[in-house]
């Protein structure tokens, strides 16, 4: 039973996996145009994440292929933007996400996480920290459809992502060394990733009232 609880939030991670990169793609690409072959391939991506979540069956070389393939894929399909463009993009996200998932390992290797734990805490923080960087990039962009929303609202709410880190930091500490609360570290983070993300949809819910304001 324990095992099943564990796949559960790695199908749901590989979903916000999703959600994150779409965000990446409206703020460098601009907005969509979904159609069939799109949804087909956004399924083939999702499909990928999971085998690779809950097996771990791809090499490090394949995966990243894989991962620049699919977005290319997609980018393609539901983007007008030149061949240049997309595959800038998608070289750059799957690299400085590759590169924001080894800083994790190794600051959280630092501080003393075994390999039980190391993996699941560093899903959680890297896919936060790219969550994180995706809302400040478009608040930077000069571009933004949208109207900016006041310095101190910003700030407050990139307080929620940075106190999710500290507490899933020492959430999966305890779970380290107390094996009962993993199936908790692993629901916890889940459910703080889902916390963020909509919040970061009320930001930009915010900034377009502000632009119709």
Same mark, same amino acid.
């Given at each position: 039973?324990?095992?099943?609880?564990?796949?559960?939030? #790695?199908?749901?991670?590989?979903?916000?996996?999703? &959600?994150?990169?779409?965000?990446?793609? #409206?703020? *460098?690409?601009?907005?969509?145009?979904? /159609?069939?072959?799109?949804?087909?391939?956004?399924?083939?991506?999702?499909? *990928?994440?999971?085998? /690779? /979540?809950?097996?771990?069956? @791809?090499?490090?070389?394949?995966?990243? *292929?894989? $991962?620049? &393939?699919?977005? =290319?894929?997609?980018?393609?399909?539901?983007?007008?933007?030149?061949?240049?463009?997309?595959?800038?993009?998608?070289?750059?996200?799957?690299?400085?996400?590759?590169?924001?998932?080894?800083?994790? !390992?190794?600051?959280?290797?630092? !501080?003393? @996480?075994?390999?039980?734990?190391?993996?699941?805490?560093?899903?959680?923080?890297?896919?936060?920290? !790219? +969550?994180? +960087?995706?809302?400040?990039?478009?608040?930077?962009? #000069?571009? /933004? %459809?949208?109207?900016?929303?006041?310095? &101190?609202?910003?700030?407050?709410?990139?307080?929620?992502?940075?106190?999710?880190?500290?507490?899933? %930091?020492?959430?999966? +500490?305890?779970?380290?060394?107390?094996?009962? =609360?993993?199936? @908790?570290?692993?629901?916890?983070?889940?459910?703080?990733?889902?916390? $963020?993300?909509?919040? @970061?949809?009320? =930001?930009?819910?915010?900034?377009?009232?502000?632009?119709?304001?």
């Amino acid at each position: 039973m324990a095992e099943y609880l564990t796949i559960i939030p #790695k199908l749901l991670l590989s979903l916000l996996h999703l &959600l994150i990169i779409r965000k990446y793609m #409206k703020v *460098f690409l601009g907005p969509a145009n979904e /159609n069939l072959k799109s949804c087909i391939e956004w399924g083939i991506y999702y499909v *990928f994440l999971i085998i /690779n /979540n809950i097996n771990s069956v @791809f090499p490090p070389h394949l995966l990243l *292929f894989g $991962n620049v &393939l699919l977005i =290319y894929m997609i980018s393609s399909a539901t983007r007008k933007r030149s061949i240049k463009q997309r595959c800038i993009f998608s070289l750059l996200i799957c690299a400085v996400w590759m590169l924001v998932e080894v800083i994790v !390992m190794m600051i959280l290797m630092s !501080m003393g @996480f075994d390999s039980r734990t190391l993996q699941d805490a560093g899903s959680f923080i890297s896919k936060m920290c !790219m +969550l994180l +960087l995706s809302v400040i990039i478009s608040h930077c962009i #000069k571009d /933004n %459809h949208y109207s900016e929303i006041p310095l &101190l609202y910003f700030l407050s709410i990139l307080l929620i992502p940075v106190s999710s880190i500290y507490m899933m %930091h020492h959430i999966f +500490l305890i779970a380290a060394v107390h094996n009962e =609360y993993m199936i @908790f570290s692993v629901t916890a983070s889940f459910l703080l990733l889902i916390v $963020n993300y909509v919040i @970061f949809e009320v =930001y930009v819910w915010i900034s377009r009232n502000a632009e119709l304001g």
